[in-house]
Nanobody, 115 residues
Framework: QVQLVESGGGSVQAGGSLRLACAAS????????LAWYRQVPGKQRELVAS???????DYAEFIEGRFTITGDNMKNTVYLQMNSLKPEDTAVYYC?????????WGRGTQVTVSS
């Protein structure tokens, strides 16, 4: 009964900031990879940022240096600091966990950025 629970979403004006958090409940082993994805209606879910066990981080090009991902594999928590938010960042943001062949998804948290 391992679950990923996201928090920190909300509504902000363009240029504002939000900090998303994700924590694994239940019995979860330390992850190989933690990541954030996002999805808007009518579009495919896309990777926002990821961080590996070895500390390697990847960011989507559209982030343009505005976001920072941090993870704690011991606690299976991952954060996404989002600054200089744009209306096009509006989406449901999903937490992602991977260990070997095991993949877990959070239910998502809504982020809305108004112009």
């Amino acid at each position: 009964q391992v679950q990923l629970v996201e928090s920190g979403g909300g509504s902000v004006q363009a240029g504002g900031s939000l900090r998303l958090a994700c924590a694994a409940s239940g019995r979860a082993f330390s992850s190989d990879l933690l990541a954030w994805y996002r999805q808007v209606p009518g579009k495919q879910r896309e990777l926002v940022a990821s961080t590996s066990r070895g500390g390697v981080q990847d960011y989507a090009e559209f982030i343009e240096g505005r976001f920072t991902i941090t993870g704690d594999n011991m606690k299976n928590t991952v954060y996404l600091q989002m600054n200089s938010l744009k209306p096009e960042d509006t989406a449901v943001y999903y937490c992602y966990y991977k260990r070997g062949a095991q993949i877990l998804w959070g239910r998502g948290t809504q982020v809305t950025v108004s112009s």
